[in-house]
């Protein structure tokens, strides 16, 4: 079964310091991978997508099949990225579903 | 751009009563879904619906009904609700494959 896990639901960091999400999903067929971004009670965001390759707010994930993982990385945490982060699986089983994690909650200490 | 709305923003419900939560798109995206979202189990898909005039079940559907009469409206009704149903719900929709999802500002309902 396609499933999503985030081992951690908090996770605190002192500003300026690296952070690392950890993603890791389980799927048969070919994965599609996306972060988003939930910031104190507003709407979930997309954050990327691991088929863009690109880098949003300083994040990147590079997606590992060996590992099955995708984890959310940034070298230096900042104030503004405290908030709620879930990854997601995009299904392709006839019907286009994602699929989320239970989500990380972030916290940057000042 | 306003993309999707979500209303109410909140609401109070009591046990037994009915209820519509409203999401409307207008965005011309195919693709809708209802998402709760509760502390420790992330997002749980509801329904979801890939064109206008059809509706499919999702994780967690027990409880819940969906209708697509046109590709803006994307109506979830709790017939009779019950307390395990208070959550924050998210309505979401995407363009094509792919892209992800542009999901609606919530609503917080409490069922008591």
């Known amino acids: 079964a396609q499933r999503v896990t985030q081992p951690e639901k908090l996770l605190s960091v002192f500003k300026g310091a690296p952070v690392e999400l950890k993603c890791n999903y389980s799927?048969?067929?070919?994965?599609?991978l996306f972060w988003y971004v939930q910031y104190s009670r507003q709407r979930l965001q997309l954050l990327l997508r691991?088929?863009s390759r690109e880098s949003i707010k300083g994040f990147t994930a590079d997606l590992n099949k060996g590992e099955t993982s995708f984890h959310l990385k940034k070298p230096f945490a900042q104030e503004e990225d405290s908030a709620m982060y879930y990854c997601?699986?995009?299904?392709?089983?006839?019907?286009?579903?994602?699929?989320f994690g239970t989500g990380t909650r972030l916290t940057i200490i000042p | 751009t306003a993309g999707i709305t979500q209303a109410p923003t909140s609401q109070i419900l009591a046990a037994g009563r009915s209820m519509t939560l409203r999401c409307t798109q207008d965005?011309?995206?195919?693709?809708m879904y209802w998402y709760r979202q509760d502390l420790g189990l992330g997002l749980r898909l509801i329904h979801y619906?890939?064109?206008?005039?059809?509706?499919g079940k999702g994780e967690v559907p027990d409880g819940y009904s969906v209708s697509r009469a046109n590709t803006d409206d994307f109506p979830l009704t709790l017939a009779s609700a019950v307390p395990s149903q208070t959550s924050v719900y998210f309505c979401?929709?995407?363009?094509?494959?792919?892209?992800?999802?542009?999901f609606g500002s919530g609503t917080r309902l409490t069922v008591v």
């Open positions: 979401a929709s995407s363009v094509d494959r792919g892209y992800g999802y542009t």
């Open positions: 799927y048969s067929g070919s994965p599609e």
């Open positions: 691991h088929i």
């Open positions: 997601a699986l995009l299904i392709r089983s006839g019907n286009e579903k994602l699929t």
């Open positions: 965005m011309r995206h195919n693709a």
């Open positions: 619906s890939n064109t206008a005039g059809t509706t």
